[in-house]
């Protein structure tokens, strides 16, 4: 069974660059990464999707390395709004569960 | 553009009763998937429809069901609730264009339904 593993929790100060590293062991051939947001009494909502190598768009940026197993959510200078559970989400067997998430607390 | 959007946003049910959420997706969007979230877990998958078809289902049990109107709006029902069926219940929509890349179109949600069972 395809299954992410995430860690619980992450602090960081305001300005700082956050990394979060997902491992997906069992990825299939065809399937991308696709890492969320999610703020309390929201759904997640879209930050970044990745299939090989390095993807940036204006929010963040994701490494994959070669061998597919694990992929790195990168936030560049996180604000006190970036305080959120993310995601990362692999598609197994045509079903779209999320882990538990990483719970990134920002402080001032 | 209208996001997805969820009705109602909060409803309280007794046990056994049954309940029908709805689901508006984005204009062009054709799937739709349907995800229970428990407090502190992540949401978990409940269905997915596309051109009114089951295209995948989790691991719920038969109270669980669905449906995708022609407009691609979409139902989900949940029969002789339980204490335990107390979640926000995240309707998500997407570009599915075919089985192999349909499952890595990003997911838009709208903010769910808050049930809760009393």
């Known amino acids: 069974l395809a299954k992410t593993t995430q860690p619980i929790s992450m602090d960081s100060y305001e300005g700082q660059e956050v990394n979060i590293t997902c491992s997906h062991n069992n990825i299939a051939t065809n399937d991308y990464i696709t890492w969320y947001q999610q703020f309390p009494s929201q759904g997640p909502r879209f930050i970044i999707q990745?299939?090989?190598t390095k993807v940036t768009n204006e929010v963040a940026s994701l490494f994959i390395p070669a061998d597919r197993k694990s992929s790195t959510l990168s936030l560049p200078r996180v604000s006190l709004s970036d305080t959120a559970v993310y995601y990362c989400?692999?598609?197994?067997?045509?079903?779209?569960?999320f882990g538990a998430g990483t719970t990134v607390t920002v402080r001032a | 553009d209208a996001g997805v959007t969820q009705s109602p946003t909060h409803l309280i049910k007794t046990r056994g009763q049954h309940v029908t959420l709805r689901c508006s997706p984005i204009s062009g969007h054709k799937s739709v998937s349907w995800y229970q979230q428990v407090l502190g877990q992540g949401p978990q998958f409940i269905f997915q429809?596309?051109?009114?078809?089951?295209?995948g289902r989790g691991n719920f049990p038969d109270r669980f069901s669905a449906r995708q109107f022609p407009n691609y709006s979409s139902e989900l029902n949940v029969n002789a609730l339980l204490l335990g069926d107390s979640a926000l219940y995240l309707c998500a929509s997407s570009v599915f264009r075919d089985r192999g890349r349909g499952y890595n179109s990003p997911l838009h949600f709208g903010n769910g339904t808050r049930l809760t069972v009393t």
């Open positions: 989400l692999v598609p197994y067997d045509y079903k779209l569960s």
């Open positions: 429809y596309y051109e009114k078809e089951e295209r």
């Open positions: 990745g299939y090989k």
